[in-house]
């Protein structure tokens, strides 16, 4: 086996390698004598199958196999000896593929781009600001009476008020098609909220302006595609009576709501608040903080990128932005997206910033471990109720989908390591600050 | 010598096994052969479809088995072997076919 390079400039590189033919064969006869004790054939006992009449049986099919398994050898040991590691999957192209045939010398072509040598990073360097921003008592109270808002109660209204959209009302009623009550339509003293949707479209409309006491007919027609088929399409008559007729109140802040939503007392349910808002901030905080680590990170160090990948990420970006602006467009059957400048700075950055932080991850033995992996997969498959089981044996058979769940943790951790290293200092700033902060994140 | 229609019908097929390769090592080929043929006839054929020289013929008849088929008793054919030396520095591939 030759190895001769042909190529190598910036980061791209090209080999010819050269295997002879007797050291192909010298593999495929190596297989041969591995399975020789298993085969069997007519005429001969188990094993007992002259060399020969194997060669001529599957020498062919093993040529192939060996000369792969030869090349990717050939492949691993230089990369091994030259230490380079490729971006991507080495193109390897046969010199004479054509006209080969057994016997021959071959000659394979390889060529790739090699990752780019990563300078040493001092992390200390780096300055970061932590923002931190005290929850206080009035973005507790503005996050308190958002939450009363939602767990609305309805008063009375005065006697003989005429009902309103948005109003509940407690009424009985009766249905009936063609003269026949039927399953499910009828109840009583049920409580419903005018505008809430929730019975079939035309009911709570003619319930507006009906005052407690009084006795309607309410006709509506069952849309065709109801789920009881019995009923789909008919007409029917609800004759309802109207016991009350109540407005919609915001909900006290008082111990009572802190109740309802699970708390002690209200004090109690005020620090509850304060700490998932600050939990709130602090996720937001280290958004920042992580912004500015890339960005420095991303000043601090150049180094040559293969242009494969940028071009490759380049790509993937312009993609992805132009199926947001042509959200029309389902499939991936449109014409080819043209990069542009802004797209490939965006793509410079990024595969710099993800070289940068795999070989910093590496270094560290940053490393994520199957018990976090098997919590992000139960957190994920949380959002599909009843299907967990389901979504968790999916991702544990796909590798990809690992890999795609796995990334993102071990850029996180990574950026956690990096924190402890650099240089942090503590700045309390206000809520307004740290939202101004999020949204020019947001922005780029 | 040129060979005849008549000749493919007395060698049916090469017999390719264990006791086959060992006879070829000292340069002999196995063949099945036509139930009706005698050794000068396999002889000639050898000779003519192969275009080598042959030393000796030996044929052997291996008797079909008896077996039973729906309880009725049947038999299966004869089968009339022959081993042919080939004079030295002939050989006869075997496994390509004619």
Known sequence: MQVTETLNEGLKRAYSITISAAELENKVNEKLTEAQPDIEMKGFRKGKVPMALLKKQYGQKLLGESMEEVIDAAMGDHFEKSGDRPAMQPDVKMVDGETWKEGDDVNVEMSYEALPAIPEVDLKSIKLEKLEVKADDASIDEALANLAETAQDFDDRKKGTKSKDGDQITFDFLGRVDGEAFDGGTAEDYPLVLGSNSFIPGFEDQLVGVKAGDEIDVKVTFPAEYQAENLAGKDAVFSCVIKAVKKPVAAKIDDELAKKFGAEDLAGFKTQIGERLEEEYAGAGRAVMKRGLLDALDKLVSFDLPPSLVEAEAGQIAHQLWHEDNPEVEGHDHPEIETTDEHKTLANRRVKLGLLLAELGQKAEVEVTDAEMTQAIMNQARQYPGQEREFFEFVQKNQQMQQQMRAPMFEDKVVDYVFELATVTDKEISKEDLEKAVEALDKE | ?98
């Open chain 2, 1 to 98: 010598m040129s060979a005849k229609a008549n000749h493919y019908d007395v060698i049916r097929k090469p017999l390719i096994t264990e006791k086959a390769t060992m006879a070829s090592e000292d340069g002999a080929v196995v063949f099945e052969v036509a139930i009706d043929s005698n050794k000068p006839m396999i002889k000639e054929a050898v000779e003519a479809l192969f275009g080598v020289k042959v030393k000796a013929v030996n044929t052997t008849i291996t008797k079909g088995k008896t077996k039973r088929f729906r309880g009725q008793i049947g038999r299966r054919k004869d089968v009339k072997k022959a081993y042919v030396t080939l004079e030295e520095g002939n050989t006869i591939d075997v496994s390509t076919g004619l």
